[in-house]
């Protein structure tokens, strides 16, 4: 604890009396400062015990002395030690009463008793204070590194929260809370996810200070990660601002979770070069050489049916600029799959390829959602400044058909592309209309040159080729049918289907030329014709 106006009473060498503010001796002293300036004010921050021998004051006028000791109240000043002997063989009472009546403390400070005196105790009392401070900070630190090394993360979260007295929660990289420490601080931790999201947006190392929930506590949070995006973030509760050796405590906290974090990083980093090999050998029908490989890193993933994702970005071009703002998307994506896969328990094997990212997840399990849901949201948002990010999903696969799946999520991604979204599932392919794929602007283009010489035509008001055809193919070339519908005879139908022969130079018998037909005409369905 720092000096009190109580401690310097009770030091035994200074010999003070206190001559009003009994109640309020529990302020702490931040300096000791003798001033005879009429008006001291201006060069006080507060805190401070001032020394007087009221060398320049009328210390017998009340109104002086009540204006005079308001001031020193206003200013932050904690106590104001008078020096009988010097001018006044005894305190005036004028200021005896101004003090007691602002509630300013006021001690009498003897003859022998120097102002240095009290000053050398006040710094002592303060140096003393500081080393206490940083003794425990280093014995925080200790405990706190000894508890990381025996215990991990959880045991450096529970030391953290014994040493601030209070509560710290530890969040990942996608800002879901991953460890608290006590057990019902992870509930209060969840409740900041949004105060955490805004942290990580800012370049590391970064830090703010919040209120908690319902303003129970004073939260700190810190980014963690020596990169440009955080890797994790750690909160620390407590009921006040902390002091020096819990302000020690928590810095040694985040330097330990930041080397933690690093070196899970680096880990993570073999970790993916070992997965990159098992998907090229399960890509090329090596199913046994991948568990090989694998062991026990993913659990019983190569066994079970599972999805292949495969997602890319805009890529070529932009810049600097644009290939981050690829990565940032790239690496969402890749931090929803893995959050979810650490708070499920579920193995994930996530595989970034320049700008393509592949991952591998069970079938029906949380990762594949919060994929799905991850997209779906981009989708909504349409983030764009974020990169053009684009998914496909697979089918439910085996290790044997891990080659199929991964086509059949390149094939969603193309789609995906195609129509402008962020997400097609392979089953949405299968399941639905070949006709969306029509609206490639490839097939446009062909379509509107294989059918402009017949619209030509019927521009010039010489017949309907371009209806004739289409219900002449609707009804599969029967020409009485296809005649009712358009109200014309049939032999009007015949010439009609000869002339749109004529123009093209192609011939309806052959089903290559039909199909090619019937694909443009609903390629440019809608469109004038």
């Known amino acids: 604890m720092p000096p009190t106006l109580a401690s310097l009473v009770h030091h035994s060498a200074l010999k003070l009396t206190v001559r009003a503010g009994e109640d309020r001796l529990d302020a702490p002293v931040r300096w000791a400062h003798a001033s005879e300036l009429a008006d001291p004010v201006p060069y006080m921050e507060g805190g401070e015990l001032l020394l007087i021998t009221a060398l320049k004051l009328d210390a017998e006028d009340r109104e002086a ?128 996810t949004a105060e955490v999201t805004r942290l990580r947006e800012r370049p590391t190392p970064a830090s703010s200070v919040v209120a908690g929930p319902e303003n129970e506590d004073r939260v700190e949070l810190h980014s963690l990660g020596t990169g440009r995006r955080p890797h994790a973030a750690l909160a620390v509760g407590t009921a006040s601002a902390p002091g020096t050796a819990e302000r020690y405590a928590v810095h040694s906290a985040v330097a330990l979770l930041t080397l933690t974090t690093e070196r899970s990083r680096s880990l993570y980093a073999a970790e993916q070069r070992i997965g990159a090999a098992v998907l090229r050998m399960l890509l090329a029908g090596e199913p046994d050489h991948a568990r090989a490989v694998a062991g026990d890193l993913y659990g019983g993933l190569l066994d079970a049916p599972f999805r292949i994702i495969v997602a890319e970005t805009g890529g070529g071009g932009g810049g600097r600029a644009q290939g981050d703002a690829n990565g940032d998307a790239l690496g969402a994506l890749a931090e929803a799959a893995e959050s979810a896969a650490a708070r499920s328990g579920e193995p994930v094997l996530a595989v970034p390829e320049g700008e393509r990212l592949v991952v591998l997840a069970a079938d029906g399990g949380t990762v594949v959602s919060a994929c799905c849901e991850h997209a779906a949201a981009r989708e909504a948002a349409r983030r764009s400044e974020d990169g053009d990010l684009v998914v496909g999903l697979s089918a439910p696969a085996g290790p044997i058909t891990a080659s199929a799946a991964y086509k059949q999520a390149e094939q969603a991604l193309s789609v995906a592309r195609r129509r402008g979204r962020v997400l097609v599932e392979h089953e949405q392919m299968a399941a639905g209309s070949v006709l969306p794929l029509l609206a490639d602007d490839a097939v446009k283009a062909f379509a509107d040159g294989l059918l402009r010489a017949l619209r030509d035509h019927d521009a010039t008001g010489r017949g309907d080729l371009v209806a004739s055809l289409r219900a002449w193919l609707s009804r599969h070339g029967q020409w009485d049918a296809a005649a009712a519908d358009l109200g014309v005879h049939r032999h009007t139908l015949r010439y009609r289907m000869r002339r749109v022969e004529e123009i093209l130079g192609r011939s309806l018998d052959d089903p290559d030329v039909r199909m090619e037909l019937w694909l443009a005409l609903k390629a440019t369905a809608g469109e004038a014709g």
């Not at 063989?89 to 009546?101: K, N, S």
């Not at 006040?122 to 630190?141: E, K, N």
Request: proline residues 5%; aromatic residues 8%.
């Open 65 to 192: 002395m009540r204006r005079y000791v308001k001031r020193l109240a206003g200013a932050g000043v904690v106590g104001l030690g008078f020096a009988v002997g010097v001018h006044y063989d005894d305190i005036p009472e004028a200021l005896v009463e101004a003090a007691r009546e602002e509630g300013l403390p006021l001690l009498e400070v003897p003859r022998r008793t120097p102002f240095l005196a009290i000053s050398k105790a006040v710094s002592a009392a303060i140096a003393a204070d500081q080393y206490r401070a940083v003794t425990a900070g280093f014995a925080a630190q200790r405990e706190l590194t000894r508890q990381t090394l025996t215990d991990g993360p959880e045991g450096l979260l529970a030391a953290l929260a014994s040493q601030v007295d209070g509560w710290a929660a530890l969040y990942d990289a996608s800002g879901a809370v991953v460890a608290a420490a006590p057990d019902w601080a992870g509930r209060r931790a969840a409740r900041l």
